[in-house]
């Protein structure tokens, strides 16, 4: 995918984010440390969060103070990143709700004291990460498919697909695991169903012609994929 179509798409899950009042910020062009996995190794995952909200390394944060960050690396490598939010915690309009003020009165006059409240929540029990790479150059025959998806953090998930993901399928396949009542009330609105189905459609296979690639071998082919 050309950084144009993925920057195009971008601005189109912020159109639907918006829609459904799941966005709480949007930042178009963020800015994020130049070797991602190297920066983040070896950190708790807490801490990865708290990192990139400080930083503004996200593109959107979520209502429910998760993150989506999307990273175009070159044509042929991407990485699409949903970091959960970790914290057993009401978001910050249930939070301000609670002392009796509206969003539409104070805003984010109250975001420090949200945050000191955050401080003093549990970690969660279990949190979903998601993270979608396409690399060729990583490809390694039964082990690191060139597509695939990661779920959970710090582990050796690596679910292969076969079609290749941009930000609107990522953000579609988020919404329907992590968000389902969400999702529902989207698929039933007036021809989002025909859009859905659209993107699905029209996602790209691997490029055959890309010098790193290698046809599938016998050895991925004895595992579960994502077709």
């Known amino acids: ?10 601005n189109e899950c912020s159109a639907i984010l918006r829609h459904l009042e799941m966005d709480n910020d949007f930042i178009p062009c963020p800015q994020y440390p130049s070797s991602p996995r190297a920066y ?3 950190m708790h995952y807490k801490d990865i969060w708290r990192t990139c909200l400080q930083n503004r390394y996200y593109h959107f ?4 103070n998760s993150l989506l960050y999307f990273e175009h690396i070159n044509s042929d490598e ?5 970091y959960d939010f970790p914290y057993d915690a009401v978001n910050y309009f ?25 401080t003093t929540c549990a970690i ?17 025959e039964g082990k690191h498919p060139i597509s695939h998806l990661h779920i959970g953090h710090n582990n050796t998930v690596r679910i292969r697909t076969e079609k290749l ?13 992590n968000y389902p009542d969400f999702w529902k009330k989207f698929v ?6 025909t859009l859905i189905n659209a993107v699905r459609l029209k996602l790209d296979g691997l490029n055959t012609r890309h010098q790193k690639y290698k046809a599938v071998s016998p050895l991925d082919m004895c595992e579960l994929y994502l077709n």
């Not at 944060?61 to 429910?64: G, K, N, V, W």
């Not at 993901?165 to 695991?177: D, E, I, K, T």
């Not at 039933?188 to 169903?193: F, S, V």
């Open 1 to 10: 995918m050309n950084f144009g179509s993925f920057k195009a798409q971008i």
């Open 40 to 42: 983040f190794k070896g």
């Open 61 to 64: 944060q979520l209502f429910d």
């Open 78 to 82: 991407v990485s699409l990143s949903y």
């Open 94 to 118: 249930d939070f301000i709700n609670s002392y009796g003020f509206l969003y539409a009165d104070v805003g984010d006059e109250l975001r420090e004291d949200y945050d000191d409240y955050i």
């Open 124 to 140: 969660k029990e279990s949190v979903t990460s998601m993270r979608y790479d396409v690399s060729y150059e990583q490809y390694d």
């Open 165 to 177: 993901l941009g930000p609107l399928a990522f953000l579609y396949f988020v919404l329907r695991q």
């Open 188 to 193: 039933k609105e007036k021809d989002c169903l």
